[in-house]
């Protein structure tokens, strides 16, 4: 492997281990591994993760395509 492709495959694991290593973001993470939920369902389960916090992070993960936001007005599950 050439050093240039080793450089990207590092910079590409720097990035991911610094986007999971970001306060509150593992247990995001596994909570949205388990299911889909609204914003509201994912703070009531992580009631001490403040709502901008949340808001931050789920927006990093949108950015990097691991989650997606649904229409604020699509119907709940039953």
Not at 29 to 53: C, G, N, T, W
Not at 54 to 70: C, I, T, Y
Request: positive net charge; contains cysteine; glycine residues 6%.
């Amino acid at each position: 492997m050439s050093n240039t492709g080793f450089r990207h495959s590092c910079s590409y694991t720097e990035d991911v281990f610094n986007l999971l290593g970001k306060r509150w973001m593992g247990p995001l993470i596994d909570l949205l591994l388990q299911r889909p939920a609204r914003f509201s369902e994912i703070h009531a389960a992580l009631p001490a993760l403040s709502k901008r916090v949340l808001s931050d992070r789920l927006s990093e993960l949108q950015e990097v395509g691991w989650s997606h936001a649904k229409s604020p007005l699509a119907p709940r599950s039953p």
